[in-house]
Structures are given as structure tokens and as C-alpha cells.
């Protein structure tokens, strides 16, 4: 059991000195890993970090706050079309587009929000479910802006005047486009990471705890709640739509469709299946529903058939999911061979 002597213990970046040691070896890994691997495994990898970012938005919602959300596609699919439609129409530069499309995806989790002062639970997730899909019908019907239900092809990344297509030199290394277009997502991701684990250990996170343990005893302490659930939502809806927009350019295409229902409980399946209230559930979640379609392409349908089965058992043998799973696993080990 880690015991905590002080609040600066609480807060600290790394919890200890291992901690601190394997996520540098993780850095460099994920540094590494495209100078040996082959083109499509970096592809993977890049879905895979843009699903992180998702998983993580998401989980800050409904994992430590407590507000289930079936309508997350749509502040995917507002940051994709904010970010390629400012660089279309108004030729902004992609790292002014991509926040840009996060705050935009953060207003509109704030409006989002305002109905979760008044709902919770089944009735909040329907209101959810009912933004998701006006954000694609509505999408689909813009046809003059949007491009309609044909969709729209999004410009290459351009980072600092270089386009990232084509080979660019560095050192004795050439990178391919996608190697750069890895990086770059890779960068983003990072930061979005440790953006969320100092979040969860502010004041801010704290709030966001207390709410979804029992909002009145938290308002009773005074936490505003109308101020941390809004606040929950708009923080939320910025991951995402940063990971939107980082989608959108990376398939070169978007389209309502893309959109839809599907992808919202798919959202929400990596979070829940990877562990509620966690950063690593939010990881691993990620990874298992990247890796599961690739892994399993072969099988035609019965991929879903299986993709379907281990979810189910895991929620059934595991309720802490992936996450749960780890502890039990650290925790042998510690006690190992005893």
C-alpha cells in the first residue's frame, strides 16, 4: 500500500522515482518506434495516440465527474470540421487551428453542460445522445460549408511553413510522411496527458471527484456546481475536439457519417472497459480497442462477435476494468513468490 505522508506527496508529477524511470523509458520508446517500424504499424500507432486523447477527454467526464455522455462524437466531429474548415476557408495555420477546435468543442460541451445542472443518468445520457445526433444531421445538411453527406477532403498537416508530406531530412535520418505526421500527434498527445494527470490533482480535479462521489455533499462543502459541471463538460469536449481535429488531417477525410451513434458508445466502451476514473484505464482502454479490430480483420464477423465477448467479460470478471487488472497484477508481484 502506498501511504501518503503529505498533500505535496498527493500532487507530485511522478508518485515516485520508478514511476518517473519507466515513463521516460515509455518516451523513448514511443520515439523510437517509428524509426524501425513499418509504415502501417506507424499509422496504427498514430489512430492509437489520437484514441488516447479521446479516452482520456472522455474519462474526465464520466469517469471523475460522474456524467454520462452518449453524444461525444460530436465534439469529435466539431473540432475535425472547425480545424479543416479554418485552414479551407480562412487559411489559418494548423497550430492555430487545432486549439482553435478544441475551444470551439469546449463551448459547446459548455451549452452541453447546462442541462447536466438539472439531469443525471439515464436522462443526461439521453440528452447526450440527442446533441450527437443533431451535431451529424446537421453537419449532413450544411451542404454549402461542410460539403454535405459527401464530405469534405482536409488539407496535410503544415507545422511552421512544411508541409508534412514527402521525405524530410534529419541528421542521417530521412522521415516519411508518416513518421512526421507521428510525431507531431505523438507531441500533442503527451501533452495532453500530463495536461489531464495535473488536472485530476488540482483543485479543479478534486471538485470533479467530489461531484461524482455525492454532488450534495460536495456543494454542501462548497463546490460550485454549476461552475465544475459545466466546467467538466467544456474540458471534456476540448480533448476531443483536439483529437478530432488531429483525425481529420491524418485520413485526409471527413464526412458526417463518420460521426455517428457507433462511435459515441465505442467512446465510451474504451473508457468504461479500460477503467472509470483513471489516466492508465483511459491508456490501456485505448489500446485494447485499437488493437482488437487489426488483430481480429481476418475474421470477417466474427470480429465483432469476439470484440463483443471480451468486453463482456471483462466487465463481468474485471468491474475496475483493465486498470483493476493492473492493480491485481502489481500487487502480485510485490508479494511475490509469498
Request: charged letters at 10%; hydrophobic letters at 60%.
Amino acid at each position: 500500500m502506498d501511504l501518503k505522508r503529505s498533500y505535496f506527496e498527493d500532487i507530485k508529477l511522478f508518485e515516485s522515482g520508478v514511476v518517473l524511470f519507466w515513463s521516460v523509458v515509455l518516451l523513448a520508446l514511443l520515439i523510437a518506434f517509428p524509426l524501425f517500424a513499418k509504415t502501417y504499424y506507424i499509422y496504427i500507432a498514430s489512430l492509437l495516440l489520437i484514441n488516447i486523447i479521446v479516452a482520456i477527454g472522455l474519462n474526465l467526464l464520466v469517469g471523475y465527474t460522474g456524467q454520462v455522455s452518449l453524444g461525444h462524437a460530436g465534439f469529435l466531429a466539431i473540432g475535425a470540421y472547425t480545424s479543416v474548415l479554418l485552414m479551407l476557408k480562412l487559411g489559418f495555420p494548423f497550430l492555430v487551428a487545432l486549439p482553435l477546435a478544441g475551444l470551439v468543442s469546449a463551448l459547446f460541451g459548455f451549452i452541453l453542460g447546462l442541462p447536466a445542472l438539472r439531469m443525471e443518468g439515464p436522462y443526461l445520457a439521453i440528452a447526450t445522445l440527442g446533441f450527437g445526433i443533431s451535431v451529424e444531421q446537421i453537419l449532413g445538411l450544411m451542404e454549402k460549408v461542410t460539403g454535405g453527406r459527401m464530405g469534405l477532403e482536409t488539407p496535410p498537416f503544415r507545422v511552421f511553413g512544411h508541409t508534412l508530406k514527402g521525405d524530410l531530412v534529419v541528421g542521417s535520418f530521412a522521415l516519411g510522411e508518416e513518421q512526421q505526421i507521428y510525431f507531431l500527434i505523438m507531441i500533442v498527445t503527451v501533452i495532453m496527458t500530463f495536461l489531464a494527470i495535473n488536472l485530476v490533482r488540482s483543485r479543479i480535479g478534486r471538485a470533479f471527484i467530489a461531484i461524482r462521489d455525492s454532488d450534495i455533499a460536495a456543494e454542501s462543502m462548497g463546490v460550485n456546481l454549476t461552475y465544475y459541471k459545466t466546467l467538466a463538460f467544456a474540458v471534456s469536449a476540448f480533448f476531443v475536439g483536439v483529437a478530432g481535429a488531429l483525425q481529420a488531417h491524418m485520413i485526409t477525410f471527413i464526412a458526417p457519417v463518420q460521426y455517428n451513434l457507433i462511435q459515441s458508445i465505442y467512446m465510451l466502451a474504451m473508457v468504461v472497459v479500460g477503467g472509470l476514473g483513471s489516466i492508465l484505464g483511459s491508456i490501456l482502454g485505448a489500446i485494447l480497442f485499437t488493437m482488437l479490430p487489426q488483430l481480429l480483420a481476418e475474421l470477417g464477423w466474427l470480429n465483432s462477435v469476439i470484440t463483443g465477448a471480451i468486453m463482456v467479460l471483462i466487465i463481468v470478471f474485471e468491474p475496475l476494468g483493465l486498470r483493476g487488472r493492473w492493480i491485481k497484477i502489481k500487487i502480485y508481484w510485490k508479494m511475490w513468490p509469498f
